[in-house]
């Protein structure tokens, strides 16, 4: 389509001129209805081309971020993720090799191996541009640059940037549909007692169609639980749809969880099935639940007891039959007993209830899950890591993580990114944990409303240690030496094997561990525990 243009005529150092052809006024209002270009990153030593960019892009893209250097990719990969990078081939080494580009590109495709990395040079030739694409670099725009040109291969561009999320997005799918194992604990990470608990319930529930309603702190892993559960259940195999009823406003929750047919609103171009009954013969996952209004909780309870729907603008009823396993972070008792949940709602939801612990009370889990992370995020980035080092692992253990594995996951995430070395070290954690959840957490501490995993141990080993000492003052004044050496031979015995019983439970039974936490060897804790004969 032809657009009434202002031209604007810029120069730039290296004496090309670059012509652009911005829209005028009118013409935003058609390129209103046109696919944006998502957010784009500009590289590029001279700042006419990054204000020319910029100024033509301007109103096709989402966001436009410009660097001058390449040093700053890393930068704006890990804080702006980009869709599309435009990329200079030469810097200041020099102005036409194009080695410079090679190498930027490298590090932008160990950072995102699908990131979609546009070349720009003035020198360009046909065998440079054959490097560029078996290099990675999806395309190839000569300096002068004409628009139209330019415009269609963002446009390709941003296509491809969304077909490889959805291709991604589909293959994490996939894998979490097939990837049933043989056994509950293969599925997700814990050795401490409490997930193993968590464990024993859901193989108790294994072929049962009871309804669940998991329990537990933002970040702690609800969603992964809910899956855990379809996987182990008799409907899997058969749909598994999520809906998350805290993001949904109230005047859409009837469409998006019964349906509609056309014409049932102004934009019901054609009918659409909802989220209750694209679910039928499966397991519906609602999560956030406690978030529901009242007036939302009254539709849904409807639904559940009659077990049928009917879409919006329609009279005929539709039957349903799911399986509902519902999450929420919420006090939900406390939400009833002030009126803002329906009790009779709660009755129907949670058949059993599934307690899930926050991260700091699941111990040495911690430094599995970290470890876990970090191999993850080491083949994502492509780098070599050993793992952690001691006083990195005492750091995690010793932060209450009030984001949970969510958080952990995020600060491993960085942490892969900005270590140089082959292990993450504490100061490298140090700078990946966000400063306002530091203090946060501080002050909570101070409060005494939250412990660290390793404080709640400490805790524990503190009133061994007071018990020790008590028995000791207690026969201070004994005139037999024979009968004080056997009570302090006693209570060293019974404080061994006091720290023993915790660290295993710390580890959930964990030999290896357990062993590491007391600081001794394996050899020692099992020819102890065998000496003394300890049911442990």
């Given at each position: 389509?032809?657009?009434?243009?202002?031209?604007?005529?810029?120069?730039?150092?290296?004496?090309?001129?670059?012509?652009?052809?911005?829209?005028?006024s009118d013409d935003r209002k058609i390129?209103?209805?046109?696919?944006?270009?998502?957010?784009?990153?500009?590289?590029?030593?001279?700042?006419?081309?990054?204000?020319?960019?910029?100024?033509?892009?301007?109103?096709?893209?989402?966001?436009?971020?410009?660097?001058?250097?390449?040093?700053?990719?890393?930068?704006?990969?890990?804080?702006?993720?980009?869709?599309?990078?435009?990329?200079?081939?030469?810097?200041?080494?020099?102005?036409?090799?194009?080695?410079?580009?090679?190498?930027?590109?490298?590090?932008?495709?160990?950072?995102?191996?699908?990131?979609?990395?546009?070349?720009?040079?003035?020198?360009?030739?046909?065998?440079?541009?054959?490097?560029?694409?078996?290099?990675?670099?999806?395309?190839?725009?000569?300096?002068?640059?004409?628009?139209?040109?330019?415009?269609?291969?963002?446009?390709?561009?941003?296509?491809?940037?969304?077909?490889?999320?959805?291709?991604?997005?589909?293959?994490?799918?996939?894998?979490?549909?097939?990837?049933?194992?043989?056994?509950?604990?293969?599925?997700?990470?814990?050795?401490?007692?409490?997930?193993?608990?968590?464990?024993?319930?859901?193989?108790?529930?294994?072929?049962?169609?009871?309804?669940?309603?998991?329990?537990?702190?933002?970040?702690?892993?609800?969603?992964?639980?809910?899956?855990?559960?379809?996987?182990?259940?008799?409907?899997?195999?058969?749909?598994?749809?999520?809906?998350?009823?805290?993001?949904?406003?109230?005047?859409?929750?009837?469409?998006?969880?019964?349906?509609?047919?056309?014409?049932?609103?102004?934009?019901?171009?054609?009918?659409?099935?909802?989220?209750?009954?694209?679910?039928?013969?499966?397991?519906?996952?609602?999560?956030?639940?406690?978030?529901?209004?009242?007036?939302?909780?009254?539709?849904?309870?409807?639904?559940?007891?009659?077990?049928?729907?009917?879409?919006?603008?329609?009279?005929?009823?539709?039957?349903?039959?799911?399986?509902?396993?519902?999450?929420?972070?919420?006090?939900?008792?406390?939400?009833?007993?002030?009126?803002?949940?329906?009790?009779?709602?709660?009755?129907?939801?949670?058949?059993?209830?599934?307690?899930?612990?926050?991260?700091?009370?699941?111990?040495?889990?911690?430094?599995?899950?970290?470890?876990?992370?970090?191999?993850?995020?080491?083949?994502?980035?492509?780098?070599?890591?050993?793992?952690?080092?001691?006083?990195?692992?005492?750091?995690?253990?010793?932060?209450?993580?009030?984001?949970?594995?969510?958080?952990?996951?995020?600060?491993?995430?960085?942490?892969?990114?900005?270590?140089?070395?082959e292990e993450i070290s504490a100061e490298?954690?140090?700078?990946?944990?966000?400063?306002?959840?530091?203090?946060?957490?501080?002050?909570?501490?101070?409060?005494?409303?939250?412990?660290?995993?390793?404080?709640?141990?400490?805790?524990?080993?503190?009133?061994?240690?007071?018990?020790?000492?008590?028995?000791?003052?207690?026969?201070?004044?004994?005139?037999?030496?024979?009968?004080?050496?056997?009570?302090?031979?006693?209570?060293?015995?019974?404080?061994?094997?006091?720290?023993?019983?915790?660290?295993?439970?710390?580890?959930?039974?964990?030999?290896?561990?357990?062993?590491?936490?007391?600081?001794?060897?394996?050899?020692?804790?099992?020819?102890?525990?065998?000496?003394?004969?300890?049911?442990?």
């Amino acid at each position: 389509m032809p657009y009434r243009t202002k031209i604007v005529r810029i120069r730039t150092h290296n004496t090309l001129i670059y012509y652009l052809s911005l829209p005028t006024s009118d013409d935003r209002k058609i390129i209103a209805f046109m696919e944006q270009l998502g957010k784009i990153l500009i590289v590029d030593d001279n700042e006419d081309v990054l204000f020319a960019l910029n100024l033509l892009l301007e109103p096709y893209a989402e966001k436009i971020k410009v660097a001058v250097t390449p040093d700053r990719i890393e930068h704006f990969m890990t804080t702006f993720q980009p869709d599309i990078i435009l990329l200079d081939m030469n810097f200041s080494r020099d102005a036409i090799s194009g080695q410079e580009g090679f190498e930027s590109l490298e590090q932008i495709l160990r950072i995102d191996s699908q990131a979609v990395v546009i070349f720009m040079t003035a020198y360009a030739d046909t065998d440079k541009a054959v490097r560029a694409i078996k290099a990675g670099a999806t395309d190839f725009i000569p300096k002068p640059w004409e628009k139209e040109k330019l415009l269609a291969t963002l446009s390709s561009g941003i296509k491809l940037r969304r077909s490889r999320c959805e291709v991604n997005l589909l293959k994490e799918q996939v894998e979490v549909l097939s990837g049933a194992g043989s056994s509950v604990e293969e599925s997700i990470i814990g050795e401490s007692a409490a997930m193993q608990e968590v464990f024993a319930t859901i193989e108790k529930l294994r072929d049962t169609d009871a309804n669940i309603l998991i329990l537990g702190e933002n970040g702690t892993g609800k969603d992964v639980i809910a899956r855990l559960l379809y996987r182990c259940s008799p409907r899997y195999g058969h749909p598994f749809v999520t809906i998350d009823l805290g993001s949904i406003p109230e005047q859409l929750f009837e469409s998006e969880l019964f349906g509609y047919e056309k014409g049932a609103f102004t934009d019901a171009r054609k009918p659409k099935a909802g989220r209750m009954e694209v679910a039928t013969g499966g397991t519906l996952f609602l999560d956030e639940i406690g978030n529901l209004s009242l007036s939302m909780q009254a539709k849904l309870l409807t639904a559940i007891e009659k077990r049928q729907i009917s879409r919006l603008g329609s009279t005929q009823s539709v039957p349903i039959d799911v399986r509902l396993i519902c999450a929420t972070n919420a006090d939900i008792r406390h939400l009833v007993e002030e009126g803002n949940f329906r009790q009779d709602l709660l009755y129907r939801i949670n058949t059993i209830e599934l307690h899930i612990p926050p991260l700091r009370e699941r111990g040495n889990d911690i430094i599995l899950l970290a470890e876990y992370f970090l191999q993850r995020y080491a083949r994502k980035y492509q780098k070599e890591m050993r793992g952690l080092t001691r006083e990195a692992k005492a750091k995690l253990l010793r932060y209450p993580w009030p984001g949970n594995v969510r958080e952990l996951r995020n600060v491993l995430s960085r942490a892969g990114i900005l270590s140089r070395g082959e292990e993450i070290s504490a100061e490298t954690l140090k700078r990946c944990i966000d400063p306002t959840r530091i203090m946060e957490t501080e002050a909570m501490q101070e409060e005494g409303g939250i412990a660290s995993a390793a404080e709640k141990e400490s805790i524990s080993y503190d009133k061994v240690y007071q018990n020790y000492l008590d028995s000791l003052v207690e026969n201070a004044d004994a005139e037999d030496d024979e009968k004080l050496a056997e009570v302090l031979q006693e209570s060293q015995k019974k404080l061994l094997e006091v720290l023993i019983r915790k660290a295993l439970e710390y580890t959930g039974g964990n030999n290896k561990r357990a062993a590491e936490l007391l600081r001794m060897s394996r050899k020692t804790l099992y020819n102890i525990m065998s000496r003394e004969k300890w049911d442990v």
